[in-house]
């Protein structure tokens, strides 16, 4: 696996891309496979099984020794997108809905001010292709690609990959007009002429673009609405989602990492025993195959010892963990993820706080201002004050999608500690204008201002995010953490 997805999901998804954005119309006859794996940047066998998906979709008809022809810009009713569904009462619906707004709305935006120049050739192709004589579900289903391009435009495939497992894709209102569709198509061409001229889009503006979401769950009512449960993880426990994004990861470099980054922050000092592998197994959830392999790497670079009746045993201090050399390679995967969770957090935080401080009862924020400032007096705690203050966040959403998206983001919010030479110990002047306006946003929490709390919160963590990406530069991470997927790819 490669970037968190499976290759022939990838291939599946920028083929159907060009199949409905008009670059490979209706009866086109698509490349040679070798073409296919030249351009796709993957193997035969992959290619094929894409191939055969778009087929069982109604995309594509495949001949024995023929190339592949387009037959339909839109899956087949009896494709197999549209099997393994459940029902969804209205209040879930609302759920998605209320995550839908408060996360989809500073992507968006931010997608579309992303674009200039050619970047806008697909979509005003899909825009010009919204006719609103045609039947409704070809309309919004063009619509809903229109969304997700700017969404992709992001270039980060955990957003995107958020945003879809919400349930919204290729969803239609029940019922809409001519008139409907034609005054939402008109509302759109003005929100591009807005964005392309420099300008600065309102809210109302913005909201013309989630009508046709909320349209869906108004219609919802005392019936049901179908969601397809594969792409739809919010409906599951927030452990399932995680399990689901982490699941191609190499688990045991994980656990290595995050023990290695204890170490560094100095929760373990040399001559400390590390948890037993029982104890890793229930803790982080593997095998004890996968908990050897984590410590045998450990154990390579001198960090440990272990040993039958004497456990496994701390050797370095600090100055020696900045001695060892791991290649960017080896951990580019956890970097990639670390920093696209930051990138999604710093963009959805502000709302998101926002929310969150509305429903705080009375004590909680004078408690999370108590517990930072007693991190702050911590040799190795005051580390932890960032997370401690995005865990209260996460704690405070009121919506169980939204909640599972940032538990999400919480989990991997500590994968910074697992990337060596990332974090320092101390208290340096960077990390403690950090610390400072984390506590800071507390104690205007227990002011009882939510908006400023969440203004604040939230450009605290987009300087993280910037320090954290400069840093990564520095010591030759970016590069590599670059090359997990193609970013320009989720939407080109």
């Given at each position: 696996m490669k970037g968190d997805v499976i290759q022939y999901e990838r291939a599946y998804r920028q083929l159907k891309s060009r199949i409905e954005c008009g670059v490979l119309p209706v009866g086109a006859r698509l490349p040679g496979r070798s073409v296919l794996c030249g351009e796709l940047q993957t193997s035969e066998r992959t290619v094929r099984h894409a191939l055969a998906l778009l087929e069982q979709d109604g995309f594509l008809r495949i001949e024995p020794r023929k190339k592949p022809v387009v037959i339909s810009a839109f899956p087949s009713p009896e494709g197999r997108a549209l099997q393994d569904t459940k029902k969804a009462d209205a209040a879930q619906v609302n759920d998605l809905m209320?995550?839908?707004?408060?996360?989809?709305?500073?992507?968006?935006?931010?997608?579309?001010?992303?674009?200039?120049?050619?970047?806008?050739?697909?979509?005003?192709?899909?825009?010009?292709?919204?006719?609103?004589?045609?039947?409704?579900?070809?309309?919004?289903?063009?619509?809903?690609?229109?969304?997700?391009?700017?969404?992709?435009r992001n270039e980060n495939e955990l957003t995107l990959r958020v945003v879809d497992s919400l349930g919204f894709r290729e969803k239609e209102p029940l019922h809409s007009s001519r008139e409907e569709r034609a005054r939402y198509r008109s509302h759109l061409e003005t929100l591009f002429q807005t964005?392309?001229?420099?300008?600065?889009?309102?809210?109302?503006?913005?909201?013309?673009?989630?009508?046709?979401?909320?349209?869906?769950?108004?219609?919802?009512?005392?019936?049901?609405?179908?969601?397809?449960?594969?792409?739809?993880?919010?409906?599951?426990?927030?452990?399932?989602l995680v399990r689901q994004f982490s699941a191609a990861q190499e688990r045991y470099s994980t656990v290595c990492l995050d023990l290695l980054g204890l170490?560094?922050?100095?929760?373990?000092?040399?001559?400390?025993?590390?948890?037993?592998?029982?104890?890793?197994?229930?803790?982080?959830?593997?095998?004890?195959d996968t908990t050897v392999k984590a410590v045998r790497m450990l154990q390579d670079w001198g960090i440990v010892t272990a040993a039958p009746r004497r456990g496994i045993v701390v050797m370095m201090n600090l100055e020696k963990l900045k001695e060892i050399r791991i290649t960017p390679g080896s951990i580019a995967c956890h970097v990639r993820r670390y920093l696209d969770s930051l990138e999604l957090l710093s963009l959805t935080v502000e709302r998101t706080a926002a929310h969150a401080a509305a429903h705080v009862g009375p004590g909680d924020a004078e408690r999370l201002h108590r517990e930072l400032l007693r991190q702050w007096e911590q040799p190795y705690e005051h580390q932890l004050i960032p997370r401690t203050l995005l865990r209260f966040i996460t704690d405070h959403i009121q919506y169980q999608a939204l909640g599972a998206i940032y538990e999400l983001l919480t989990r991997n919010f500590s994968i910074g500690r697992s990337i060596p030479k990332l974090v320092s110990p101390d208290k340096n002047a960077e990390n403690c204008k950090l610390y400072q306006r984390c506590i800071e946003a507390s104690a205007i929490l227990g002011r009882g201002d939510g908006t400023l709390f969440a203004k604040v919160a939230a450009e605290m963590f987009e300087q993280t995010r910037s320090l954290v990406a400069a840093e990564c530069r520095r010591l030759g991470y970016w590069d590599a953490a670059a090359q997990v997927y193609d970013g320009e790819a989720l939407w080109r």
């Open positions: 209320q995550t839908a707004e408060l996360l989809c709305y500073p992507i968006y935006l931010r997608g579309l001010r992303l674009c200039a120049g050619s970047d806008w050739r697909t979509p005003e192709t899909l825009l010009a292709a919204m006719d609103p004589d045609r039947p409704g579900g070809e309309f919004w289903h063009l619509s809903s690609r229109l969304g997700r391009f700017f969404i992709a964005v392309k001229s420099g300008g600065a889009p309102g809210r109302e503006q913005l909201d013309v673009i989630f009508s046709q979401y909320r349209a869906i769950a108004e219609q919802a009512g005392e019936t049901q609405f179908i969601q397809l449960r594969s792409p739809c993880p919010m409906l599951a426990e927030a452990d399932g170490i560094a922050i100095g929760r373990y000092q040399p001559g400390d025993r590390l948890p037993t592998h029982d104890q890793l197994q229930r803790y982080y959830g593997v095998s004890r």
